[in-house]
């Protein structure tokens, strides 16, 4: 059974970091990519990053370019997603995926809280 657990999440002030952690287990992940999603209140879920667990090619959404850093340890079998310069707007519930390259993520952490204050 895949298992997708997020850590890292917390409270900082605008212009911190926090780094997120994704622990993957279950099965392999070679042909698989994983992102990280989020959402916020009242608002739906969006892309934020992924990586392809293969190959490392990594995708980014335009808010976050910059700002945030996708990256992996195969041995460890952990997704990271480094997030800088933050800004109460990256306020939002982000969520571990994964799924095969070029198909819908259909494994799904359980989501951690990080909150920007300003």
């Known amino acids: 059974q895949v298992q997708l657990v997020e850590s890292g999440g917390g409270l900082v002030q605008a212009g911190g970091s926090l780094r997120l952690s994704c622990a993957a287990s279950g099965r392999t992940f070679s042909g698989y990519a994983l992102g990280w999603f989020r959402q916020a209140p009242g608002k739906e879920r969006e892309f934020v990053a992924s990586?392809?667990?293969?190959?490392?090619?990594?995708y980014y959404a335009d808010s976050v370019k910059g700002r945030f850093a996708i990256s992996k340890d195969n041995a460890k079998n952990t997704v990271y997603l480094q997030m800088n310069s933050l800004k109460p707007e990256d306020t939002a519930v982000y969520y571990c995926?994964?799924?095969?390259?070029?198909?819908?993520?259909?494994?799904w952490g359980q989501g951690t809280q990080v909150t920007v204050s300003s």
């Open positions: 990586i392809k667990w293969s190959r490392g090619e990594t």
């Open positions: 995926a994964g799924g095969l390259v070029g198909y819908e993520y259909y494994y």
